[in-house]
């Protein structure tokens, strides 16, 4: 049957078990038809030859495509192959396309090498929890660098953020905000670097996409607070604190060590001789890291707990102390020192080193920073020469004024 298909006549039409499905061509398009079934099911098809072979492709479902559109599709699809190009094949190939949870899946298994164990924790918490949810179903090659910006927003205003249950005693607590986008989307941009490297696609749609200035919280102990930490610490040890966590917080406001550094210390790492710890793993690889008498003389002061390795052991056979921060909080209550982190002990190390003169590259090395802008945050405490200068200018020009 070969007449002008309109949508009056598919609703005309009415198939039965016994005459099979009823298929009728169009008199406008060559090649373009609908199939009718008994059971309600009407579908528009193209009908040609590719290489010399017969070969059908569907072009939509009537009800969810209109006439002229499925007409449209049919000329388009005989366009390509009139062009050299395989319909079936390219329908094949965007089935197949890999996802962005797929992306991410293969990210972790192959494209994180080089990265420590610590920040993968955190790679997997911010593609399970935000760039899963958001872009998991969309196929890598489709999304645009609108989809990105959309992303960011949505994480910036809260819209994963969830409180969830993990396990029996764990628990998510998700809240978004522009920190966690920003430091997100940095994420996704490694991993659509990896996606061009395996030519998933050619440009990466997060480049050019704005981030929010990610505000590093940085808070510096002046002295009469260093000297109340000092009192708190002392009267938790004598109110029975446990003691290792006590002396592990006095090492990382004595070297300005990282937490994990600290906790994970073992004493083949302490070289007495030279007055240095020689890490064989840090957040920047291996590091020989000078500390001053006062820290030594407080790891001398220590004792060595059999069969455990390490500085600060645990009260579980061969491993290190945990729970830091419970410690960690009672005694910074005590001190009153609201809002102040373990990690601020670090930066109130960088900060008396900057305020009594020592240069920005002697702070970076006893900090191990690898990046010089990582310790340009500390400029501003240090009495530079452009500070100096400053003075000396001021100074002159008070003095004249006073003639």
Same mark, same amino acid.
């Given at each position: 049957?070969?007449?002008?298909?309109?949508?009056?006549?598919?609703?005309?039409?009415?198939?039965?078990?016994?005459?099979?499905?009823?298929?009728?061509?169009?008199? $406008?398009?060559? @090649?373009?038809?609908? &199939?009718?079934?008994? !059971? #309600? %099911? +009407?579908?528009?098809?193209?009908? =040609?030859?590719?290489?010399?072979?017969?070969?059908?492709?569907?072009?939509?479902?009537?009800?969810?495509?209109?006439?002229?559109?499925?007409?449209?599709?049919?000329?388009?699809?005989?366009?390509?192959?009139?062009?050299?190009?395989?319909?079936?094949?390219?329908?094949?190939?965007?089935?197949?396309?890999?996802?962005?949870?797929?992306?991410?899946?293969?990210?972790?298994?192959?494209?994180?090498?080089?990265?420590?164990?610590?920040?993968?924790?955190?790679?997997?918490?911010?593609?399970?929890?935000?760039?899963?949810?958001?872009?998991?179903?969309?196929?890598?090659?489709?999304?645009?660098?609108?989809?990105?910006?959309?992303?960011?927003?949505?994480?910036?205003?809260?819209?994963?953020?969830?409180? $969830?249950?993990? @396990?029996?005693?764990? &628990?998510?607590?998700? !809240? #978004? %905000? +522009?920190?966690?986008?920003?430091? =997100?989307?940095?994420?996704?941009?490694?991993?659509?670097?990896?996606?061009?490297?395996?030519?998933?696609?050619?440009?990466?749609?997060?480049?050019?996409?704005?981030?929010?200035?990610?505000?590093?919280?940085?808070?510096?102990?002046?002295?009469?607070?260093?000297?109340?930490?000092?009192?708190?610490?002392?009267?938790?040890?004598?109110?029975?604190?446990?003691?290792?966590?006590?002396?592990?917080?006095?090492?990382?406001?004595?070297?300005?060590?990282?937490?994990?550094?600290?906790?994970?210390?073992?004493?083949?790492?302490?070289?007495?001789?030279?007055?240095?710890?020689?890490?064989?793993?840090?957040?920047?690889?291996?590091?020989?890291?000078?500390?001053?008498?006062?820290?030594?003389?407080?790891? $001398?002061?220590?004792?060595?707990?059999?069969?455990?390795?390490?500085?600060?052991?645990?009260?579980?056979?061969?491993?290190?102390?945990?729970?830091?921060?419970?410690?960690?909080?009672?005694?910074?209550?005590?001190?009153?020192?609201?809002?102040?982190?373990?990690?601020?002990?670090?930066?109130?190390?960088?900060?008396?080193?900057?305020?009594?003169?020592?240069?920005?590259?002697?702070?970076?090395?006893?900090?191990?920073?690898?990046?010089?802008?990582?310790?340009?945050?500390?400029?501003?405490?240090?009495?530079?020469?452009?500070?100096?200068?400053?003075?000396?200018?001021?100074?002159?020009?008070?003095?004249?004024?006073?003639?």
């Amino acid at each position: 049957m070969k007449v002008k298909i309109t949508k009056k006549l598919i609703d005309s039409i009415t198939a039965t078990d016994e005459t099979g499905p009823i298929l009728i061509w169009d008199t $406008e398009q060559q @090649g373009f038809g609908v &199939r009718c079934w008994h !059971t #309600g %099911g +009407k579908i528009f098809q193209v009908k =040609t030859r590719v290489n010399g072979k017969a070969r059908w492709f569907n072009v939509g479902r009537y009800g969810k495509i209109t006439v002229e559109k499925a007409r449209q599709k049919a000329a388009s699809v005989l366009g390509s192959i009139a062009d050299g190009e395989d319909p079936a094949e390219i329908r094949e190939a965007d089935r197949k396309a890999i996802t962005v949870e797929d992306l991410c899946k293969l990210y972790l298994k192959e494209g994180c090498a080089t990265k420590k164990a610590s920040t993968l924790v955190s790679d997997r918490g911010r593609i399970a929890r935000h760039i899963i949810p958001l872009l998991g179903d969309k196929r890598v090659k489709d999304v645009t660098r609108g989809d990105i910006e959309r992303f960011v927003q949505s994480v910036a205003t809260g819209k994963t953020a969830k409180d $969830e249950k993990t @396990g029996k005693r764990g &628990r998510a607590i998700v !809240t #978004g %905000g +522009k920190g966690t986008a920003t430091r =997100t989307v940095g994420l996704l941009g490694g991993i659509f670097t990896f996606a061009v490297g395996r030519e998933f696609r050619t440009d990466n749609p997060v480049q050019g996409v704005k981030r929010f200035k990610d505000k590093k919280c940085e808070r510096f102990l002046s002295e009469a607070e260093l000297g109340k930490l000092g009192e708190a610490l002392r009267s938790a040890e004598e109110e029975g604190e446990n003691k290792a966590a006590i002396d592990a917080i006095r090492l990382l406001m004595l070297t300005g060590c990282r937490k994990n550094e600290v906790l994970t210390l073992r004493w083949q790492d302490v070289d007495f001789e030279w007055g240095c710890l020689r890490l064989p793993d840090s957040k920047t690889g291996a590091k020989i890291v000078p500390i001053g008498k006062a820290a030594l003389d407080l790891m $001398e002061g220590l004792s060595k707990v059999e069969g455990n390795d390490y500085v600060f052991a645990s009260n579980k056979e061969g491993m290190h102390l945990v729970g830091l921060y419970k410690v960690w909080e009672r005694v910074k209550e005590a001190a009153e020192l609201e809002g102040v982190r373990l990690h601020d002990l670090r930066h109130s190390f960088a900060s008396v080193g900057a305020a009594s003169g020592d240069s920005l590259l002697m702070i970076g090395a006893l900090l191990g920073h690898k990046d010089a802008k990582t310790t340009a945050r500390y400029a501003h405490l240090s009495d530079n020469p452009i500070k100096q200068a400053a003075d000396r200018i001021a100074g002159v020009i008070a003095g004249a004024m006073l003639k």
